[in-house]
């Protein structure tokens, strides 16, 4: 058989073995820090946010996202926050976790601490974030930072499911204790 006609059957077969569908349809916005000022993206989407708004960031200190999550909160959503346990020693992330905790927003640490990585946000099961940035005044303004706006359902689903069950592991993580 010639080359080219080999080629072809591996490509076909190659198609019929690649799954097409979920997944394969997501949105994906990328913003940079600090040119794109990408905490503005992000506080915009907690606004938008109607069921729930799922946060598991080590560095919360923007006022503005603290904000965003306490109004999201007075408007019915269920909002959540897993952070870790070793940053709420800094100053900023205290006030910020009182502030959050005063408006019934429950807060879970992590037990193994200084080992929380994941900054993730996930709303309503359609539109969740990734990336390397902290939800800090610094993360948007001043650091070289990237957060990735993903919309899918099926892919938020799994990032909603993955939040859920690190809340509900009571070996990993605890709630938060004002001090």
Request: aromatic share 6%; charged share 20%; with cysteine.
């Amino acid at each position: 058989m010639p080359n080219h006609i080999v080629l072809s059957l591996c490509l076909v077969v190659l198609m019929l073995a690649v799954p097409v569908g979920a997944g394969w349809s997501a949105t994906v916005e990328v913003y940079y820090g600090p040119d794109d000022a990408p905490l503005d993206r992000l506080t915009t989407l907690y606004r938008h946010a109607t069921r729930y708004l799922y946060v598991a960031v080590y560095g919360l200190t923007s006022p503005r996202a603290v904000e965003a999550m306490v109004a999201a909160k007075k408007r019915g959503v269920d909002v959540r926050l897993i952070t870790d346990l070793q940053r709420t020693e800094d100053v900023k992330q205290r006030t910020a976790l009182h502030t959050l905790h005063l408006a019934g927003i429950p807060i879970l640490v992590n037990e193994h601490d200084g080992l929380m990585h994941l900054k993730q946000v996930v709303i309503d099961d359609e539109v969740n974030t990734t990336g390397s940035m902290n939800h800090t005044t610094s993360g948007n303004r001043y650091n070289d930072e990237r957060l990735d706006v993903i919309t899918d359902h099926a892919i938020t689903v799994k990032a909603r499911e993955k939040f859920l069950a690190m809340w509900n592991d009571h070996t990993r993580y605890r709630a938060w204790e004002t001090h």
